[in-house]
């Protein structure tokens, strides 16, 4: 079993760098390695943004870090809080944030100082006044009890080594009847012995990946219910020749008290 502590300060790492750096002519391929590629808008269209989608958010805030659109399947609406685990540059914060509107508020979380001082830099510049960006862990949110109306992450909870803490921090920041809807990658098959021992595949979403039902049940045995796979495809980019059709990018909901 690897160490939790090490996990972290590995994913930290890389994200800080991932953070300082320009993105707009590289994919960072941030699930991934850090070499040059197409650009990340290029990335994020194939993860299920829509051209729309990419042009109405900061260019900073577009690292193609995700594996899905999260905000595309939650059906926000005017006035709620959203909350975005893992709110790395902050495109699904800026997306949420104009659905939301200004009645609205939209906080991301993320443990990556860097990340947060990216994102803050980034709303500030464009004049965003209904989000916030705080530092913290997804399995201790600096977030109140009962709080939100809406959990969304992207691509973030694979990188926990303690994922049923973090659904059931989820659990009790959300209001009752309130919603999550989750982007993750799952595995389907057993993982190479050295993939799942590897920092840098750690790093990169894929060793920490827990099989899809264990998924599921650790988001049950949080509390929740009413649990869909609202869509579900294989995850091929950047994922090597030995691990096709093992990992899968799930979009997961579930609800509190419906
Ligand atoms: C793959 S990136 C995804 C970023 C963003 N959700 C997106 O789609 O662009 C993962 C982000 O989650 C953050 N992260 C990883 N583990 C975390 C944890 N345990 N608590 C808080 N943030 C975490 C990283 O710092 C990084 O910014």
Redesign the pocket.
């Given at each position: 079993m690897m160490e939790n502590k090490k996990v972290?300060e590995h994913?930290?790492k890389r994200?800080g760098e991932i953070a300082k750096t320009d993105c707009s002519s590289c994919s960072l391929s941030?699930?991934s390695s850090s070499s040059c590629g197409p650009p990340p808008q290029y990335v994020s269209w194939k993860l299920g943004y829509s051209p729309g989608d990419i042009e109405s958010v900061p260019e900073e805030s577009v690292?193609g870090?995700?594996c899905g659109n999260p905000v595309a399947l939650a059906s926000l609406k005017e006035g709620e809080t959203v909350l975005?685990?893992?709110?790395?540059?902050g495109?699904?914060v800026f997306l949420a944030s104009k659905k939301v509107g200004p009645s609205g508020r939209v906080i991301g979380?993320?443990?990556?100082e860097e990340?947060v001082e990216r994102a803050k830099a980034t709303a500030l510049k464009h004049s965003y006044t209904n989000v916030e960006f705080r530092l913290?862990?997804?399995?201790a949110l600096p977030v109140e009890d009962e709080s939100v109306d809406v959990i969304i992450?992207?691509?973030?909870i694979n990188?926990?080594p303690d994922k049923l803490r973090v659904f059931q921090e989820a659990y009790r920041v959300l209001k009752s009847g309130g919603r999550l809807m989750v982007s993750d990658l799952v595995t389907e098959g057993a993982l190479p012995e050295e993939v799942r021992k590897s920092f840098d595949a750690w790093a990169e979403?894929i060793a920490g990946a827990l099989e899809k039902s264990d998924y599921l049940e650790k988001i049950a045995t949080a509390g929740f219910t009413n649990i869909k796979i609202i869509s579900q495809r294989p995850y091929t980019i950047d994922v090597s020749p030995e691990l096709r059709g093992k990992i899968t990018s799930i979009q997961v909901e579930a609800r509190k008290n419906p």
């Open positions: 972290k994913v930290k994200y941030c699930c690292l870090l995700g975005d685990l893992g709110s790395g540059g495109i699904d979380v993320d443990m990556t990340m913290g862990e997804i399995e992450s992207n691509c973030v990188l926990a979403c």
